[in-house]
């Protein structure tokens, strides 16, 4: 019997799909012919589309039992076919989207007071007491934004910005800001914005966020959330992915 019976409002079908969950770290899945035919005699039975979920670490891929094919022995399906076969967009409005090369946030902190100085051959190291003294954003045309909405800015810890420093005798610069590459999904986004609102070494409570009408405190919507952030020139990009093959269900 497979793991999950879910439905979609973007079926066209009035029946439910039936989803078997897996979790490999290789670049292929294999079922064994006998394991496989069982999933698809309960499909058949009971007259559902069977659905295949696969975890490539953190990426989730949604995929019909169909297209795993016959190998020597058993059923197999690369990565490569279950992202090109992949209905999270399609079933689950699931998208990519890209921040701007150059969108980021900046800190400027101001050096209040020596606490101690080392000096060593490879330079030495200073500790101060410092405070914020100013934090800015800017979006990937290099404008200063102070009119970010809440959502956009929380965009920012969804992505793996690269820090650069700048010292002078009065202000240390920190800059957090995206890189040419890079490309995110909104489904992985919603972890790493469940884990930034987590307290530190909590992992979030994924049965308990089930029931919560909000998942996250800080967007309440993400398609709207990117809507913006593509007006506030801070995402550049929103790609849209849909299977080679649609199902008829869809």
């Excluded at 295949?52 to 169909?66: D, N, P, Q, T, V």
């Excluded at 209905?87 to 689950?92: D, E, K, P, Q, R």
Aim: avoid cysteine; proline fraction near 4%; charge should be negative.
């Amino acid at each position: 019997m497979p793991d999950l019976l879910a439905k979609f409002s973007t079926q066209t079908s009035k029946p439910p799909v039936l989803i078997e969950v897996k979790s490999k770290k290789e670049k292929f899945l294999s079922f064994r012919p006998d394991y496989l035919q069982r999933l698809q005699n309960y499909a058949d039975l009971v007259d559902m589309p069977l659905l295949i979920a696969w975890k490539f670490h953190s990426l989730w891929m949604l995929f019909e039992a169909r297209h795993m094919k016959k190998a020597n022995k058993n059923f197999n399906i690369t990565m490569e076919t279950a992202m090109r076969e992949n209905l999270l967009g399609s079933l689950a409005g699931d998208v990519a989207y890209k921040i701007g090369a150059g969108a980021g946030i900046h800190l400027r902190l101001r050096k209040d007071k020596l606490v101690e100085k080392e000096v060593a051959d490879n330079g030495g190291t200073e500790q101060w007491m410092m405070t914020i003294d100013d934090v800015a954003f800017t979006d990937y045309e290099g404008n200063r934004r102070e009119d970010l909405d809440g959502e956009v800015q929380s965009l920012f810890s969804t992505w793996d910005l690269e820090e650069q420093q700048e010292h002078n005798d009065s202000h240390i610069h920190l800059r957090f800001v995206a890189g040419n590459e890079g490309m995110q999904f909104a489904h992985t986004a919603l972890v790493h914005l469940l884990n930034w609102e987590s307290p530190q070494d909590d992992r979030p409570h994924w049965r308990g966020l089930l029931r919560k009408e909000q998942v996250t405190a800080n967007v309440a919507n993400f398609s709207a959330a990117l809507e913006s952030a593509l007006r506030q020139k801070v995402v550049s990009h929103v790609f849209y992915v849909r299977p080679h093959a649609m199902p008829v269900f869809l």
